[in-house]
């Protein structure tokens, strides 16, 4: 949510980029909240596959360890539109109509 806030996280900072909306203005709480959790969804899709409704550490097998292969289906499909998009824009953005400059 720092990107709403300050217009980039720490990391964009550094680097000098910020986020901002297609005509170059600064994003809404909506665009950014909607980013960030487009962002994050492969990442706590796992934490809900293996945490519940046990976790799979407690249990003698996994109910389903195929389940595993969507969030990292996801991930592959996060990279591959970045190859085919050049780098210009991340998967996450084109929802949350969103750039990074």
Not at 74 to 97: E, K, Q, S, T, W
Request: aromatic share 10%; glycine share 8%; charged share 20%.
């Amino acid at each position: 949510m720092s990107e709403y806030f300050f217009g980039a996280t720490l990391g964009k900072k550094l680097l000098r980029l910020s986020v901002t909306r297609r005509d170059g203005g600064r994003i809404s709480f909506i665009q950014a909240a909607g980013r960030t959790c487009l962002k994050l969804l492969p990442w706590e899709l796992t934490h809900l596959i293996i945490l519940v409704p046990d976790p799979w550490w407690n249990v003698p097998e996994p109910p389903y360890p195929a389940l595993v292969l969507i969030p990292n289906g996801m991930i592959l499909l996060y990279i591959v539109f970045l190859l085919l998009n050049r780098g210009r824009r991340a998967l996450h953005d084109v929802p949350a109509g969103t750039f990074v400059r």
